[in-house]
T-cell receptor, first 112, second 113 residues
Framework: EDKVVQSPLSLVVHEGDTVTLNCSYE??????LLWYKQEKKAPTFLFML????IEKKSGRLSSILDKKELFSILNITATQTGDSAIYLC????????????FGTGTSLTVIP | NAGVMQNPRHLVRRRGQEARLRCSPM?????VYWYRQLPEEGLKFMVY????????ESGMPKERFSAEFPKEGPSILRIQQVVRGDSAAYFC???????????FGPGTRLTVL
């Protein structure tokens, strides 16, 4: 059964800490892995990863994919209160693509 | 406890036809959200509904699109007179209350010929 599992489910850190969020998956015909940040209503796209071992960076956020071990990590350095959100991992898979499997998310709370 | 269910998983329509997408939230969840994912883009919020009420439809096109979440039965996203630009993956998510984590369904892939 295709699935995406995120850990931890929730996390509370202090400003300035570094956090690592995990996403593991088991899917048929993997195509890409996507990370989203969800505040309020609409998830915000962060990264799309298709190749193993290539780190993607955007400011204090970075992510990498390991297609051999079937997981991805999202790192956030020097966390700020504005980083508080739910971080969603999704995997695109399937013979014709366009089948998306979402994890339930990691809820991150950054306290001052 | 079954997850969020969406059907159909794939839907093909010709221009001008109607598309109906269904979403059954998780048991005990009374909040439903619809999103659209266009090729090469992230998820875009469309509408947020509670049972029998539309709470926020700010992300939904004003014409041809409508959504409902009746007291009984699934939530329906309806697209009238579809055009090629409507081709996308449509995702539904549910939560037990506002502000909680949303659980996503597998999506419906709409292709307009």
């Amino acid at each position: 059964e295709d699935k995406v599992v995120q850990s931890p489910l929730s996390l509370v850190v202090h400003e300035g800490d570094t956090v690592t969020l995990n996403c593991s998956y088991e899917v048929t015909n993997f195509r890409s892995l996507l990370w989203y940040k969800q505040e309020k209503k609409a998830p915000t796209f962060l990264f799309m990863l298709t190749s193993s071992g290539i780190e993607k960076k955007s400011g204090r956020l970075s992510s990498i994919l390991d297609k051999k071990e079937l997981f991805s990590i999202l790192n956030i350095t020097a966390t700020q209160t504005g980083d508080s959100a739910i971080y969603l991992c999704a995997v695109e898979a399937g013979d014709t693509g366009n089948q998306f499997y979402f994890g339930t998310g990691t809820s991150l709370t950054v306290i001052p | 406890n079954a997850g969020v269910m969406q059907n159909p998983r794939h839907l093909v329509r010709r221009r001008g036809q109607e598309a109906r997408l269904r979403c059954s939230p998780m048991k005990g969840h009374s909040h439903v959200y619809w999103y659209r994912q266009l090729p090469e883009e992230g998820l875009k919020f469309m509408v947020y509904l509670q049972k029998e009420n539309i709470i926020d439809e700010s992300g939904m096109p004003k014409e041809r699109f409508s959504a409902e979440f009746p007291k009984e039965g699934p939530s329906i996203l309806r697209i009238q007179q579809v055009v090629r630009g409507d081709s996308a993956a449509y995702f539904c998510a549910s939560s037990p209350r506002q502000g909680n984590e949303q659980f996503f369904g597998p999506g419906t892939r709409l292709t307009v010929l």
